[in-house]
């Protein structure tokens, strides 16, 4: 069983930035592929970015490239989501998820829907006033 917590959301101004974090039980970090989703209360959960295990891929939301940046650090269990330039359409509650062992189709693609992961956070608002 794999327990992720977020933390570092919190209310910003439009162009202001955060830094998300999700830490990670387990021995096994660094075989997991960790994602970042969010969601505003009445739509569907999101992609948002992932990673994998070793951070050297990469994977955005278009609505986000340029913005916001994926990282791990796997000495700390730690997975992270720095966030520029925010807009009020950045406005949810951001979970981050846990898949681990994956294989080639999830680095195809899979990494897209929420199906993919096993274990999820509780999340943490994020809200970007105008």
């Known amino acids: 069983q794999v327990q992720l917590v977020e933390s570092g959301g919190g209310l910003v101004q439009a162009g202001g930035s955060l830094r998300l974090s999700c830490a990670a039980s387990g021995r096994t970090f660094s075989t997991y592929a960790m994602g970042w989703f969010r969601q505003d209360p009445g739509k569907e959960r999101e992609f948002v970015a992932a990673?994998?295990?070793?951070?050297?891929?990469?994977y955005y939301v278009d609505s986000v490239k340029g913005r916001f940046t994926i990282s791990r650090d796997n000495a700390r269990n730690t997975v992270y989501l720095q966030m520029a330039n925010l807009k009020p359409e950045d406005t949810a509650v951001y979970h981050c998820?846990?898949?681990?062992?994956?294989?080639?189709?999830?680095?195809?693609?899979?990494?897209?829907?929420?199906?993919?992961?096993?274990?999820w956070g509780q999340g943490t608002q994020v809200t970007v006033s105008s």
């Open positions: 998820a846990a898949r681990p062992g994956p294989g080639p189709q999830f680095y195809s693609g899979s990494y897209y829907y929420t199906y993919e992961y096993d274990y």
């Open positions: 990673i994998s295990g070793s951070g050297g891929s990469k």
